[in-house]
């Protein structure tokens, strides 16, 4: 099994930043994709970014792109969120994800990829 847990959410004013955190301990694959995903009230879980194992290779939802930055330590099997220039629109409650699979990068985006789930972290953007 695989564990996730994400860090790193709150409060803050729109334009400023979070750096949100997931870390994965437990059974470990030899290349999986992480991802990002946030659902708001009332609303279905959306793509936010994704990575392979590398780092080479990013995807971004077209809301966050030029904002938000994914990355990842695998010496730590730690995956970050970057987000910069919140804004209010950007209040959710985000998840990381884990594909053990390491499927290529037009399945990233489809929540149906990911086998693992972190139990979300909430981030509210004030006006």
């Known amino acids: 099994q695989v564990q996730l847990v994400e860090s790193g959410g709150g409060l803050v004013q729109a334009g400023g930043s979070l750096r949100l955190s997931c870390a994965a301990s437990?059974?470990?694959?030899?290349?999986?994709?992480m991802g990002w995903f946030r659902q708001a009230p009332g609303k279905e879980r959306e793509f936010v970014a994704a990575?392979?194992?590398?780092?080479?290779?990013?995807s971004y939802a077209d809301s966050v792109k030029g904002r938000f930055t994914i990355s990842r330590d695998n010496a730590k099997n730690t995956v970050y969120l970057q987000m910069n220039s919140l804004k209010p629109e950007d209040t959710a409650v985000y998840y990381c994800?884990?594909?053990?699979?390491?499927?290529?990068?037009?399945?990233?985006?489809?929540?149906?990829?990911?086998?693992?789930w972190g139990q979300g972290t909430q981030v509210t953007v004030s006006s």
């Open positions: 994800a884990l594909d053990r699979g390491g499927s290529t990068i037009r399945r990233w985006s489809s929540r149906g990829t990911y086998d693992y």
């Open positions: 437990g059974r470990t694959f030899s290349s999986y994709v």
């Open positions: 990575i392979n194992w590398s780092g080479g290779s990013t």
